[in-house]
């Protein structure tokens, strides 16, 4: 009997299988196995495609919600942006009074509904971008369009604050002053830069004495500080100073601190020395508690000179001059407002302080 064989059954190779049309049963099962290793790779791609097409999806909504957020803050401020000077490409940063334009501006509050704004870390004690001594000249002429464009970052009435910290102090510059059109545009252009560099919350305010009677530094001073509260009372901290008086290096930090402090310890007028001992004019700057202490600043000095040395006595509590603080000082200044304009680099406040009297002037 014979037995019939049959023939092994023909085998196609796969696409990408070795061998001839027919080959070998093992060369079949590994083509098996390859194309089912590569439909477990094409479906993982797919998977991971999947993912990262969510993923896109996700990450594209929650930007757009930035967005959003975004131009609804830039609208709320947008209102408070027009009444400060626009910012100018042309501000030369290479001098060592000008500075950087800041990345944003204090928000103006808002009565619409918007993102909480964000809590700022405190302000350095020593500020990162100080230029330490400075190149000071009162040749170039100084227009204040110019000094408008050199700091964008100023408010309507010379206020500012930094964007990117919260002051340890808000502070109140105060000039007294009359005729020194000249001296205030070099002052403004110098100062504002400075103050900004010293990450300071700061506002200007040039205390302008009306009429052609003597003048009396001492009683604009009372004024400016009484004038200065009355529009913020956050200030705490009060640098009197005159309008010819620029400092030449900006590390002197204008701020405030436990005891009265005097800026100008050296004048180029003087040789960089103090006149005498007891020196207090110039610059000087008191915190808020210290200033009512001494009651202020004395009222009856007409005329340059002698108000200063009874500052200073104040301070040192001198027999003859702790009789006259109690009466004569911030509780007894007498003067009416005149005008109030707010300029884009200062606040001009023109008061009618009175007439000297009859007999001769203290100082």
């Avoid at 626009?86 to 009074?97: C, D, E, G, L, V």
């Avoid at 204040?144 to 964008?152: D, G, K, S, T």
């Avoid at 001492?218 to 200065?228: D, I, P, Q, Y």
Wanted: charged share 20%; net charge positive.
């Amino acid at each position: 009997m014979a037995v019939h064989l049959e023939e092994p059954p023909l085998c196609l190779p796969a696409a990408g299988c070795p061998g001839p049309l027919g080959g070998p049963a093992a060369a079949c099962g590994m083509s098996r196995l390859l194309g089912g290793t590569l439909e477990r790779v094409c479906k993982a791609v797919l998977l991971l495609c999947l993912l990262h097409f969510l993923v896109a999806v996700i990450l594209y909504f929650d930007v757009y919600a930035q967005h959003l957020a975004f131009f609804s803050r830039f609208s709320a401020r947008g209102p408070a942006r027009a009444l400060h000077p626009a910012a100018s490409s042309s501000t030369n940063f290479s001098r060592p009074n000008a500075t950087a334009p800041s990345s944003g501006l204090p928000e103006a509050p808002s009565a619409r509904p918007g993102p909480t704004a964000p809590v700022l870390p405190p302000c350095p004690d020593l500020p990162p971008g100080l230029v330490g001594r400075l190149l000071i000249e009162f040749t170039t002429p100084m227009p204040l369009e110019r000094v408008q464009r050199e700091n964008p970052g100023v408010l309507l009435g010379g206020r500012y604050a930094p964007p990117d910290c919260t002051p340890a102090q808000t502070v109140a510059v105060i000039i007294p002053f009359r005729h020194r059109e000249h001296h205030l545009r070099y002052w403004l252009h110098y100062l504002h830069p400075i103050l900004r560099r010293q990450r300071l919350r700061y506002g200007v305010y040039v205390i302008n004495q009306h009429g052609e009677d003597t003048f009396n530094r001492a009683k604009l001073l009372n004024v400016g500080f009484l004038e200065a509260l009355k529009e913020d009372a956050t200030y705490d901290c009060f640098i009197f100073s005159d309008v010819d008086l620029v400092p030449m290096d900006d590390r002197n930090l204008y701020r405030c601190g436990d005891q009265p402090r005097h800026f100008a310890i050296a004048m180029d007028k003087f040789g960089f020395r103090l006149p005498y001992a007891g020196y207090f004019g110039g610059v000087s700057g008191l915190s808020k508690a210290q200033f009512l202490r001494i009651n202020g600043f004395p009222n009856e000095y007409w005329g340059w000179g002698g108000e200063d040395d009874d500052i200073f006595n104040r301070f040192t509590k001198i027999q003859n001059t702790k009789l006259t603080m109690k009466r004569d000082g911030i509780g007894s200044v007498r003067y009416q407002v005149l005008e109030v304009s707010r300029q884009p680099l200062f606040t001009n406040i023109t008061v009618d302080i009175g007439r000297p009297p009859s007999w001769p002037p203290r100082g």
